[in-house]
C-alpha cells in the first residue's frame, strides 16, 4: 500500500490555459473523491467515482471542469479556461466502499496538488 | 440537509495540557462523524471515526472524541497535548442518506512550550 499519490504537487499556469491534474488511488479501492480547498477553509467536495462510474458532482464543479476515471483506477481533472478564482489546493482522496450505499467509509487523502493561476 | 461547525478557528494549549477541540453538527440522518488531521505540506490524515457504534471513540495518538446527540457534538480532546500536534483540525459529517460530505473550516491547534 503506497497510499494515494498526486501528480504534479505544484502548478503555476496562466489565466484561460487548460490544466490536468491526475491521482492515484490506493490500489484496491473502487471509491475516488476530489475536493477543492481553499486558504482558511476546509475542503470542499466536487466530485466522486465509484470504479469508473462518476455518482455525484457539486454545483461547484463548474462546466469548465471536467474529471473522468477511464479504467476505474487513476482519475483525472481537467480545468479549461483557468481563472484566479480556480488558484486553490485540489485533494484526491480513495476508500474501499466495503457495502451499502453510503459515503460512510473511510477516505484516505493524497498529499494534493497546489494551484496558481496568475 | 447537514452541517458542521467548528466553534473555534485557532486554539492554543501549553504543551503537556488538555486539548479540546469543538464541534457540532446537524444532519436529517444518522450522520457519521470524522476527526481529520493536516500539518504543514502533508494530506490530510484520519484521526478517528465514529459511525453509531460506540459513542466515544479513540483514535491514533491519544485523541478521542465523544459523540452526544443531545449536544449534537462530537469535541475531539486529548489529555496532555505534544509538540508535534500543532496542525489544522477537521471535524468532517457524513450523511447515511444523501450521501453528502461535508468539512467544517478547521481548527488550527497551537502548542506552547
Known amino acids: 500500500d503506497t497510499g494515494v499519490s498526486q501528480d504534479p504537487r505544484h502548478k503555476i499556469t496562466k489565466r484561460g490555459q487548460n490544466v490536468t491534474f491526475r491521482c492515484d488511488p490506493i490500489s484496491e479501492h473502487n471509491r475516488l473523491y476530489w475536493y477543492r480547498q481553499t486558504l482558511g477553509q476546509g475542503p470542499e467536495f466536487l466530485t466522486y467515482?465509484?470504479?469508473?462510474?462518476?455518482?455525484?458532482k457539486s454545483r461547484l464543479l463548474s462546466d469548465r471542469f471536467s474529471a473522468e476515471r477511464p479504467k476505474g483506477s487513476f482519475s483525472t481533472l481537467e480545468i479549461q479556461r483557468t481563472e484566479q478564482g480556480d488558484s486553490a489546493m485540489y485533494l484526491c482522496a480513495s476508500s474501499l466502499l466495503a457495502g451499502g450505499a453510503t459515503l460512510t467509509d473511510t477516505q484516505y487523502f493524497g498529499p494534493g496538488t497546489r494551484l496558481t493561476v496568475l | 440537509a447537514q452541517s458542521v461547525t467548528q466553534l473555534d478557528s485557532h486554539v492554543s494549549v501549553s504543551e503537556g495540557t488538555p486539548v479540546l477541540l469543538r464541534c457540532n453538527y446537524s444532519?436529517?440522518?444518522?450522520?457519521?462523524l470524522f476527526w481529520y488531521v493536516q500539518h504543514p505540506n502533508k494530506g490530510l490524515q484520519l484521526l478517528l471515526k465514529?459511525?453509531?457504534?460506540?459513542?466515544l471513540v479513540k483514535g491514533i495518538n491519544g485523541f478521542e472524541a465523544e459523540f452526544k446527540k443531545s449536544e449534537t457534538s462530537f469535541h475531539l480532546t486529548k489529555p496532555s497535548a505534544h509538540m508535534s500536534d500543532a496542525a489544522e483540525y477537521f471535524c468532517v459529517v457524513s450523511g447515511s442518506r444523501d450521501d453528502k460530505i461535508i468539512f467544517g473550516k478547521g481548527t488550527r491547534l497551537h502548542i506552547l512550550p
Open positions: 467515482f465509484q470504479n469508473e462510474a462518476q455518482l455525484e
Open positions: 465514529y459511525t453509531s457504534a460506540a459513542t
Open positions: 444532519s436529517s440522518y444518522s450522520p457519521s
